[in-house]
T-cell receptor, first 114, second 112 residues
Framework: DTGVSQDPRHKITKRGQNVTFRCDPI?????LYWYRQTLGQGPEFLTY????????KSRLLSDRFSAERPKGSFSTLEIQRTEQGDSAMYLC????????????FGEGSRLTVL | GENVEQHPSTLSVQEGDSAVIKCTYS??????FPWYKQELGKGPQLIID?????GEKKDQRIAVTLNKTAKHFSLHITETQPEDSAVYFC???????????FGAGTTVTVRA
Protein backbone atom coordinates (compact mmCIF):
# COMPACT_ATOMS: atom_id res chain seq x y z
CA ASP A 1 0.00 0.00 0.00
CA THR A 2 1.55 3.31 -1.05
CA GLY A 3 -0.92 5.60 0.73
CA VAL A 4 -0.41 7.71 3.85
CA SER A 5 0.04 5.55 6.92
CA GLN A 6 -0.40 6.56 10.55
CA ASP A 7 0.60 4.81 13.74
CA PRO A 8 -0.87 4.01 16.17
CA ARG A 9 -4.46 3.92 14.96
CA HIS A 10 -5.78 4.13 18.49
CA LYS A 11 -4.21 5.41 21.70
CA ILE A 12 -5.79 5.51 25.14
CA THR A 13 -3.84 7.42 27.76
CA LYS A 14 -4.29 8.98 31.14
CA ARG A 15 -4.38 12.72 31.61
CA GLY A 16 -0.90 14.14 32.05
CA GLN A 17 0.88 11.51 29.96
CA ASN A 18 2.79 12.24 26.75
CA VAL A 19 1.81 10.66 23.45
CA THR A 20 3.47 10.57 20.05
CA PHE A 21 1.92 9.84 16.67
CA ARG A 22 3.81 8.97 13.52
CA CYS A 23 2.89 9.67 9.91
CA ASP A 24 4.51 8.22 6.80
CA PRO A 25 3.41 10.23 3.75
CA ILE A 26 3.33 9.15 0.15
CA UNK A 27 7.00 8.95 -0.73
CA UNK A 28 7.16 11.53 -3.52
CA UNK A 29 5.06 14.13 -1.66
CA UNK A 30 7.00 17.02 -0.18
CA UNK A 31 4.11 18.58 1.78
CA LEU A 32 2.84 17.01 4.96
CA TYR A 33 -0.09 18.22 7.06
CA TRP A 34 -1.50 17.51 10.49
CA TYR A 35 -5.19 18.08 11.15
CA ARG A 36 -7.36 17.42 14.18
CA GLN A 37 -10.93 16.20 13.91
CA THR A 38 -13.44 16.02 16.76
CA LEU A 39 -16.78 14.24 16.60
CA GLY A 40 -19.22 15.92 14.26
CA GLN A 41 -16.70 18.48 13.01
CA GLY A 42 -14.55 18.93 9.97
CA PRO A 43 -10.78 18.59 10.09
CA GLU A 44 -9.05 21.57 11.71
CA PHE A 45 -5.61 22.57 10.47
CA LEU A 46 -2.77 22.20 12.96
CA THR A 47 0.47 22.53 11.01
CA TYR A 48 2.20 21.74 7.75
CA UNK A 49 5.69 21.02 6.46
CA UNK A 50 7.32 21.52 3.13
CA UNK A 51 10.12 18.99 3.13
CA UNK A 52 11.65 19.33 6.62
CA UNK A 53 10.61 22.95 7.16
CA UNK A 54 7.57 23.63 9.32
CA UNK A 55 6.01 26.53 7.45
CA UNK A 56 2.83 27.22 9.36
CA LYS A 57 1.32 26.45 12.74
CA SER A 58 -2.25 27.04 13.82
CA ARG A 59 -3.12 28.81 17.05
CA LEU A 60 -4.71 25.47 17.97
CA LEU A 61 -1.21 24.09 18.35
CA SER A 62 -0.47 25.02 21.95
CA ASP A 63 2.97 24.80 23.56
CA ARG A 64 2.17 21.22 24.56
CA PHE A 65 2.11 20.18 20.91
CA SER A 66 5.21 19.73 18.82
CA ALA A 67 5.60 18.36 15.33
CA GLU A 68 8.74 17.38 13.48
CA ARG A 69 9.72 16.11 10.07
CA PRO A 70 13.46 15.68 10.53
CA LYS A 71 14.49 14.31 7.16
CA GLY A 72 11.60 15.49 5.07
CA SER A 73 10.05 12.04 5.07
CA PHE A 74 8.02 10.78 8.04
CA SER A 75 6.65 13.14 10.68
CA THR A 76 5.84 12.88 14.38
CA LEU A 77 3.28 14.79 16.41
CA GLU A 78 3.89 14.80 20.16
CA ILE A 79 1.41 15.95 22.76
CA GLN A 80 2.85 16.56 26.21
CA ARG A 81 0.84 16.54 29.45
CA THR A 82 -2.31 15.41 27.69
CA GLU A 83 -5.66 16.88 28.70
CA GLN A 84 -9.14 15.45 28.16
CA GLY A 85 -9.75 18.16 25.58
CA ASP A 86 -7.00 16.64 23.43
CA SER A 87 -9.21 13.63 22.73
CA ALA A 88 -9.73 13.65 18.97
CA MET A 89 -8.76 12.03 15.71
CA TYR A 90 -5.39 13.27 14.48
CA LEU A 91 -5.22 13.13 10.71
CA CYS A 92 -2.09 13.31 8.61
CA UNK A 93 -2.17 14.21 4.92
CA UNK A 94 0.41 14.70 2.21
CA UNK A 95 0.46 16.38 -1.17
CA UNK A 96 2.92 16.97 -3.98
CA UNK A 97 4.65 20.28 -4.72
CA UNK A 98 2.94 22.95 -6.77
CA UNK A 99 -0.39 24.69 -6.45
CA UNK A 100 -2.76 23.49 -3.75
CA UNK A 101 -4.54 20.39 -4.87
CA UNK A 102 -5.63 17.03 -3.51
CA UNK A 103 -4.58 16.21 0.03
CA UNK A 104 -4.14 12.48 0.54
CA PHE A 105 -5.26 11.62 4.05
CA GLY A 106 -4.27 8.73 6.23
CA GLU A 107 -6.83 6.87 8.29
CA GLY A 108 -5.99 8.84 11.40
CA SER A 109 -4.82 8.22 14.94
CA ARG A 110 -7.63 8.32 17.49
CA LEU A 111 -6.59 9.64 20.90
CA THR A 112 -8.66 9.11 24.02
CA VAL A 113 -7.49 10.86 27.17
CA LEU A 114 -9.05 9.50 30.37
CA GLY B 1 -8.47 33.28 8.08
CA GLU B 2 -10.93 31.54 5.81
CA ASN B 3 -14.24 30.47 7.35
CA VAL B 4 -16.34 27.82 5.60
CA GLU B 5 -19.93 27.11 6.58
CA GLN B 6 -21.76 23.99 5.37
CA HIS B 7 -25.46 23.10 5.26
CA PRO B 8 -27.32 20.94 6.01
CA SER B 9 -25.56 19.01 8.77
CA THR B 10 -27.61 15.88 7.99
CA LEU B 11 -29.39 14.81 4.82
CA SER B 12 -31.54 11.75 4.25
CA VAL B 13 -32.58 10.88 0.70
CA GLN B 14 -34.37 8.02 -1.00
CA GLU B 15 -32.18 5.88 -3.22
CA GLY B 16 -32.28 7.28 -6.74
CA ASP B 17 -33.06 10.83 -5.62
CA SER B 18 -30.61 13.74 -5.73
CA ALA B 19 -28.67 15.21 -2.83
CA VAL B 20 -27.45 18.81 -2.63
CA ILE B 21 -24.99 20.22 -0.08
CA LYS B 22 -24.19 23.92 0.10
CA CYS B 23 -21.17 25.79 1.43
CA THR B 24 -20.30 29.45 1.83
CA TYR B 25 -16.86 30.93 2.30
CA SER B 26 -15.70 34.21 3.76
CA UNK B 27 -12.50 35.13 1.89
CA UNK B 28 -13.23 36.44 -1.59
CA UNK B 29 -9.65 35.57 -2.57
CA UNK B 30 -10.30 31.84 -2.16
CA UNK B 31 -9.74 30.05 -5.45
CA UNK B 32 -9.74 26.31 -4.78
CA PHE B 33 -12.79 24.38 -3.55
CA PRO B 34 -12.56 20.61 -3.01
CA TRP B 35 -15.13 18.18 -1.70
CA TYR B 36 -14.12 15.21 0.44
CA LYS B 37 -16.02 12.06 1.40
CA GLN B 38 -15.30 10.35 4.70
CA GLU B 39 -16.50 6.87 5.49
CA LEU B 40 -16.59 5.49 9.01
CA GLY B 41 -13.13 4.82 10.40
CA LYS B 42 -11.35 6.24 7.38
CA GLY B 43 -9.68 9.46 6.41
CA PRO B 44 -11.34 11.96 4.05
CA GLN B 45 -10.98 11.23 0.35
CA LEU B 46 -11.25 13.76 -2.46
CA ILE B 47 -14.25 13.20 -4.73
CA ILE B 48 -14.26 16.37 -6.84
CA ASP B 49 -12.73 19.83 -6.83
CA UNK B 50 -13.16 23.11 -8.67
CA UNK B 51 -11.03 26.18 -9.17
CA UNK B 52 -12.32 29.72 -9.35
CA UNK B 53 -11.83 30.05 -13.09
CA UNK B 54 -14.58 27.47 -13.64
CA GLY B 55 -18.27 27.76 -12.76
CA GLU B 56 -19.22 24.10 -12.88
CA LYS B 57 -17.56 20.70 -13.03
CA LYS B 58 -19.09 17.28 -13.43
CA ASP B 59 -17.81 13.75 -12.89
CA GLN B 60 -20.39 11.05 -13.60
CA ARG B 61 -23.07 11.40 -10.88
CA ILE B 62 -21.27 14.16 -9.02
CA ALA B 63 -21.18 17.85 -9.91
CA VAL B 64 -19.96 20.98 -8.21
CA THR B 65 -21.08 24.55 -8.93
CA LEU B 66 -19.37 27.75 -7.85
CA ASN B 67 -20.83 31.25 -7.50
CA LYS B 68 -17.92 33.59 -6.80
CA THR B 69 -20.12 36.65 -6.48
CA ALA B 70 -22.19 35.09 -3.72
CA LYS B 71 -19.19 33.19 -2.32
CA HIS B 72 -20.90 29.86 -2.27
CA PHE B 73 -20.43 26.47 -3.88
CA SER B 74 -22.52 23.34 -3.93
CA LEU B 75 -22.17 19.60 -4.37
CA HIS B 76 -24.82 17.76 -6.33
CA ILE B 77 -25.12 13.96 -6.28
CA THR B 78 -27.64 12.49 -8.69
CA GLU B 79 -29.17 9.01 -8.71
CA THR B 80 -27.98 8.37 -5.17
CA GLN B 81 -26.94 4.86 -4.18
CA PRO B 82 -26.48 3.26 -0.74
CA GLU B 83 -22.70 3.51 -1.11
CA ASP B 84 -23.06 7.30 -1.25
CA SER B 85 -23.92 7.22 2.46
CA ALA B 86 -21.03 8.98 4.23
CA VAL B 87 -19.95 12.33 5.66
CA TYR B 88 -19.14 14.95 3.05
CA PHE B 89 -16.91 17.97 3.69
CA CYS B 90 -16.41 21.07 1.60
CA UNK B 91 -13.20 23.06 1.89
CA UNK B 92 -11.57 26.20 0.54
CA UNK B 93 -8.10 27.57 0.06
CA UNK B 94 -6.70 30.98 -0.89
CA UNK B 95 -3.86 31.64 -3.36
CA UNK B 96 -0.37 30.98 -2.01
CA UNK B 97 -1.95 29.12 0.91
CA UNK B 98 -1.22 25.43 1.00
CA UNK B 99 -3.76 24.42 3.63
CA UNK B 100 -7.49 23.75 3.41
CA UNK B 101 -10.21 25.17 5.66
CA PHE B 102 -13.02 22.64 6.04
CA GLY B 103 -16.73 22.94 6.67
CA ALA B 104 -18.31 21.04 9.56
CA GLY B 105 -19.58 18.23 7.34
CA THR B 106 -22.87 16.79 6.12
CA THR B 107 -23.92 13.27 7.05
CA VAL B 108 -25.71 11.82 4.03
CA THR B 109 -27.90 8.75 4.46
CA VAL B 110 -29.32 7.06 1.37
CA ARG B 111 -32.44 5.02 2.20
CA ALA B 112 -32.94 1.88 0.18
Amino acid sequence: DTGVSQDPRHKITKRGQNVTFRCDPISEHNRLYWYRQTLGQGPEFLTYFQNEAQLEKSRLLSDRFSAERPKGSFSTLEIQRTEQGDSAMYLCASSPAGAIGELFFGEGSRLTVL
Amino acid sequence: GENVEQHPSTLSVQEGDSAVIKCTYSDSASNYFPWYKQELGKGPQLIIDIRSNVGEKKDQRIAVTLNKTAKHFSLHITETQPEDSAVYFCAASTPNDYKLSFGAGTTVTVRA
